[in-house]
């Protein structure tokens, strides 16, 4: 198994989650854009029939509605921002722990381009799960050092449910619903901390699987969020 494919079988049950979460919510004819381009705009695009716009740091011209944007520039306000139409749905998955700028930025920024009703979905990891919270009991840090490859740096940053839910107030979003759940397959190895290809282990895997499953959500690994711009 591919390193690439390792990453998706840890990724699939989240995929399904998230499809589902984005079939439920999405407003009937809505036009749709996926922040980062990932397995899931192309699962997005199959399972929902429909053309799916892009934002990221890919270059404009690999996709045909794809708008490169590195949303750290956010923090300059000189900085030319992209020519987003209006959206009915912005899915903004495992995104914002990857930026170095206030995550205040590109709520904002978002809402400025949803229609009034339109929904946000933020999906990220939980900085109070379970896993973090024992490496810091052991004395080890939970976060892996900031990687020098600046188009994979990994996280700057992550955040709590009370967190998301005041960033989600200040950018003027109302929470319609916030889960936090473990939706891997820790089978499969995602990546390694220098951002190499990790070690699979199955059986120690399919128990992590069972467990933290079962634990309680303040203690899960993942969070996702729906808000929803209200009508001005």
């Known amino acids: 198994m591919t390193p690439q494919d390792g990453y998706r079988a840890f990724h699939a049950p989240r995929y399904r989650y998230l499809l589902n979460v984005v079939e439920r919510h999405v407003p009937p004819g809505a036009r749709i854009l996926d922040v980062g381009l990932s397995p899931l705009t192309d699962i997005l695009r199959r399972q929902l029939d429909r053309p799916i716009d892009t934002l990221g740091l890919e270059p404009q011209g690999r996709e045909p509605q794809h708008f490169q944007f590195d949303l750290n520039a956010l923090a300059d306000p000189h900085a030319a921002r992209p020519a987003l139409p209006r959206y009915g749905l912005i899915v903004f998955a495992e995104v914002m722990e990857h930026l170095h700028t206030s995550p205040a930025l590109p ?126």
């Open 107 to 232: 709520l904002a920024f978002f809402r400025e381009h949803l229609v009034d009703g339109g929904i946000l979905v933020v999906q990220t990891p939980n900085a109070a799960s379970l896993g973090k919270r024992l490496k810091l009991l052991a004395g080890l840090n939970p976060y892996e050092m900031i990687r020098e490859d600046r188009g994979n740096p990994g996280h700057f940053r992550e955040y709590t449910a009370r967190e998301l839910r005041g960033l989600a107030a200040r950018a003027g979003f109302t929470v319609v619903h916030l889960d936090r759940r473990f939706y891997f397959d820790a089978r499969h190895a995602d990546h390694a901390q220098d951002g190499g290809a990790g070690t699979p282990r199955p059986r120690l895997g399919a128990l992590k699987n069972v467990v933290y499953s079962v634990l309680p959500p303040f203690l899960r690994e993942g969070m996702t969020a729906v808000l929803r711009r209200e009508p001005t």
